[in-house]
């Protein structure tokens, strides 16, 4: 399989990947919006300051291909965008550069990036670049009068009627039924280490089992919610601000008990440009850059000082700070999500998860 | 043998060997079977050509990838290939041995060189597939070990975390240090070993596959008996209306299937959920009311519905073919001696469309036990399959070994049915189209 694997990606690599070369930068994206607020707000600005050309290509998930190039000793890429499970799992295995964090910049005010970056935004192989959260949103038509406010409101189908739909599988769903369930956000994953916790999540998720449709795909929530077929989701916040724009749909989002996790920058192991890479994230992590791209998409900056920066959604006169993960307000209760804890359960707790559903 | 395929050779050969009397030669003197043999040789060869690339396709797209993924079910040298001494430590001392020093040595110094050779998170990735937890526990004591330890290594790693004495852990880096381990075919068979090594049930709140494998045989076989029920009047209409008219029919079972498996499972969701064009007429109609709707999607009918839906044709194609090679005048016969219609049908008419019931009944039943977009998208909780397990072992948890030994259980019945139909129907009688 591997050598299968290595065979294709050498071929590809051959064909298709430009060399890497002098004053240039191999960029590896995730195409669609978001690959386009790095392309408006990083590459295009990158290029005019420092006349590096940066060259961007695509994959669905820029972590497999990465694995792949690294594996056959054929790396095209200086700099991939990868979510920071895979960036954490890649460095384990040994498949990234170390980043030296002492290139990024200061914030406007002095804070250093330690202080100004969110935590576990800079770690050995990794530096984020932007939050996306899962958040409770429901459909405003549906609540003419009381509307939910909190996690405790998804669990409470008597005062809020109406179905919900969550995400297929045990990851978010345990630690935001513990969050219904009355556990301050910090104590989350201490409980769910615990089978006590384990138990007491299922034992919330059984309140509402009936009345849940489960969704796999991200554009699934979106849909059951125009469809007036749930009345509140659980699902990705950019997701549903994406539908609530595009289709101008009554969609609303409450922040409490939201739970974050971040995407950034990473540099395979045996890249090209390593310091054109560096410069690039150094650059591009700035918080004025930071700012610029959170108007694209509904992602947050991971630095603090950035927030203050961002300004209407690219396009529109629609103040987009407010809809950001990072957004001051929007982080009480909060919840980060916990990589090590997932790397470590994730199977027993997947299993058991299913064998709950199919109960 | 190549000899006796060709019955040509072989009477020569024959000939040859039997009369003695004058060589048979050709016109240029050699030995007539050495010609033959060698022009039925140079055929033989052409036609091996031919079919040369077709072979190596299916070799290279097919075969191997199968293999190596058969091969991973029980094969997996996470630990094993990263950790030497202390694998080597264990194939040296019996089960039950307390680990000693010799033993905590070897483990820190696999530790150290896997940490500085960052294999460390595939060696806890292996161990974690057994006993959740323990991933961190390997990547943290790595990142520990990478700056040295020191003796007494005991007590050194117990410093970093006291969990590394547990019995069970050691059990399972025992079970882990051989490559080869069957223990993923235990647990997809909802077992597990105990620290003696013992095979006990998994824990009950853990038990899924056995359950899943029978609901996906049960649904399975109801969504194959649902398309024999709609498919067979639709079949028959096909194979008896006048031409014209049946090509228009053929269109029409012909059409969804060249629509995108996605639109199909789509449009069904948009039909039979909750605020779903069947319950607007219905509650429209006066039939239901507003809070009576029926839930008919995101679960097991919704998955039966869309599933015999999109594996209708093939069991109306195979049916068609064979019902069209069925002359009428048997049943006519059998009227004309007096048989009713029931049993004209009984004893004449549905006999014959057998081979083509076959085919049709072994197709969707494989298909239907593979399938995996559909329930995903309708099947709610209650219509998940066993191919959704797969694919989360696949895609999600990144077990690989796990979903290779899933899929193996899964072909291995595949074939097991396979073989069950061979002996009471007959392979022979399997008419494809």
Redesign the interface.
Known sequence: ?KK?LILTSALVGVAGAPQAQEGQLNLLSWGGSYGNSHVEAYAKPFEAETGIRVTISDADNPATPLKAQVEAGNVTTDIASVEYADAV?L????LLEEIDASVLVDAEDGTTPEDDFIDGAITECFIGTDVYSMVLAYNDDQFPDAKPSAPADFFDTENFPG?RSMR??AKFNLEFALMADGVPADEVYDLL?TPEGVDRAFAKLEEI?PD???W??GAQPPQLLA???VSMAYAFNGRIFAAAQEDDLPFEIVWDGQIYEMEGWVIPQGAQNVEAAHEFIAFTTAPQHQARAAEFISYGPPRRSAAALVGNMEGTDIPMGPNLPTYAENMTNALASNL?FW??????????F?????Q | MSQALDPHAATVAKAAGVEPGPRLTTADGRPLTRALARSSRKARRRAFLLVLPLLLFILITFVVPIGQMLQRSVKNDGFSANMPQISAWFAENPRGTEPDEAAWAALAADLQQAARDRTIGIVGTRINYDMAGTRSLFTSAGRQARNGLEPPYRDAILDIDARWESPALWSIMREASSAYTANFYLAALDRTRNTQGDIVMAPSERQVYIMLFQRTFVMSAVITFMTFLLGFPVAHLLATLPLRKSNLLMIFVLLPFWTSLLVRTTSWMVLLQQQGVINDILVWLGIIGTGQRLQMIYNQTGTIIAMTHILLPFMILPLYSVMRTINPSYVRAARSLGATSWTAFRRIYFPQTLPGLGAGALLVFILAVGYYITPALVGGSSGQLISNMIAMHMMQTLNWSMAAALAALLLASVLLLYWVYDRLVGIDNLKLG
Do not use: P
């Open positions: 399989m299968t799992r460095c384990d295995e040994g179905k297929k599988g280490g089992k849940v449709i489960w796999e795909a469809d007036g077929e090590d790397v470590d359960h994730d199977g027993e707790l997947n299993e058991r299913s064998a709950w559903l199919a």
